[in-house]
């Protein structure tokens, strides 16, 4: 079992700011930002490339409260990061992104 997936299992801990029954978003345990919150599938998907019609339910339902879960953290100003394969950073092989925020980011992105 990947290491978002055992998160979700409960067999790791996490700071959960966010579940329902499709989703899970924790703060990250090395923040780049004042907030740092990581949101997964709870169904396993490898990264973007693996997105199809069957499972990007999961992707919609991540986007539609994205705004919430940044919203429960104080921040209505934020970047959203999705690292897809080893070359991107893509460190955890379970689709994720990185909801940062409450500083100024700036235009740069690397």
């Keep these: 079992m990947c290491l ?3 998160i979700i299992a409960g067999n790791i801990p996490s700071t959960k ?12 345990i090395n923040p ?12 396993h998907i490898e990264s973007a ?6 499972n990007s339910k999961y992707v919609s339902d991540i986007f539609e409260k994205i705004p919430e879960i940044a919203k429960s953290q104080g ?6 990061i999705n690292n897809c ?7 955890v092989k379970h689709l994720h992104f990185h909801i940062v925020g409450g ?3 700036g235009e740069k992105i690397v």
């Design 32 to 43: 780049v930002a004042p907030v740092h919150i990581i949101v997964v599938p709870k169904v």
């Design 75 to 80: 921040i209505d100003s934020y970047r959203i």
């Design 85 to 91: 394969g080893e070359d991107a950073g893509q460190t």
């Design 17 to 28: 700011v966010y579940e329902d029954d499709n989703i899970l978003a924790f703060k990250d």
């Design 4 to 6: 978002f997936c055992e």
């Design 103 to 105: 500083t100024k980011l």
């Design 49 to 54: 490339n693996d997105i199809t019609a069957d």
